[in-house]
T-cell receptor
Framework: DAGVTQSPTHLIKTRGQHVTLRCSPISGHKSVSWYQQVLGQGPQFIFQYYEKEERGRGNFPDRFSARQFPNYSSELNVNALLLGDSALYLC???????????FGPGTRLTVL | DQQVKQNSPSLSVQEGRISILNCDYTNSMFDYFLWYKKYPAEGPTFLISISSIKDKNEDGRFTVFLNKSAKHLSLHIVPSQPGDSAVYFCAARRNTDKLIFGTGTRLQVFP
């Protein structure tokens, strides 16, 4: 069975641009969470979606937004990119919010 | 405000010996704790977890101990193997809330 997939693998953007990151959960999983991992730190929670509804939001500015589609895939959007947005963005899926989360390989975003 | 802390950024252990990774937390409302392992260019992989109603959980070579009064948990790996070399993150949550991760400990197991 395929695990959590994320695209693209790597991305280079310049300040002020917009980026969309994509995540496909494991088949049967209805919850998707997004995390940001800055170098030297642990993953930091951004959003959680379950059954297409936002279930939780971390301490990130409104430039960050996300949505979940009917097939349970998800997109993370970041507007007006800053240098500090450079990080590994991880997507995790689970059957539901309290269940074990399975992580994808991440998207490495570099903002120049 | 770092609610979950891993104060040792790195640990080096000889193959066959025990590896002990430590984690401290500040929020007494956390009721579920997890350990993840992360290899380069891969996402974190779930390793083992423990509920706050227990003080020990064992799975093969991996054992997690929880000391609620000290707000401390540890992961024991015995015997350590070279394939265990990775970054280990502890994480905690309250009910179905978001996972709060520590900063990670890089474990290196040498022959």
């Amino acid at each position: 069975d395929a695990g959590v997939t994320q695209s693209p693998t790597h991305l280079i953007k310049t300040r002020g641009q917009h980026v969309t990151l994509r995540c496909s959960p494991i088949s049967g999983h209805k919850s998707v969470s997004w995390y940001q991992q800055v170098l030297g730190q642990g993953p930091q929670f951004i959003f959680q979606y379950y059954e297409k509804e936002e279930r939780g939001r971390g301490n990130f500015p409104d430039r960050f937004s996300a949505r979940q589609f009917p097939n349970y895939s998800s997109e993370l959007n970041v507007n007006a990119l800053l240098l500090g947005d450079s990080a590994l963005y991880l997507c995790a899926s689970s059957f539901g919010p309290p269940d074990e989360q399975f992580f994808g390989p991440g998207t490495r975003l570099t903002v120049l | 405000d770092q609610q979950v802390k891993q104060n040792s950024p790195s640990l080096s252990v000889q193959e066959g010996r025990i590896s002990i990774l430590n984690c401290d937390y500040t929020n007494s409302m956390f009721d579920y704790f997890l350990w993840y392992k992360k290899y380069p260019a891969e996402g974190p992989t779930f390793l083992i977890s423990i509920s706050s109603i227990k003080d020990k959980n064992e799975d093969g070579r991996f054992t997690v101990f929880l000391n609620k009064s000290a707000k401390h948990l540890s992961l024991h790996i015995v015997p350590s193997q070279p394939g265990d070399s990775a970054v280990y993150f502890c994480a905690a949550r309250r009910n179905t809330d978001k996972l709060i991760f520590g900063t990670g400990t890089r474990l290196q197991v040498f022959p």
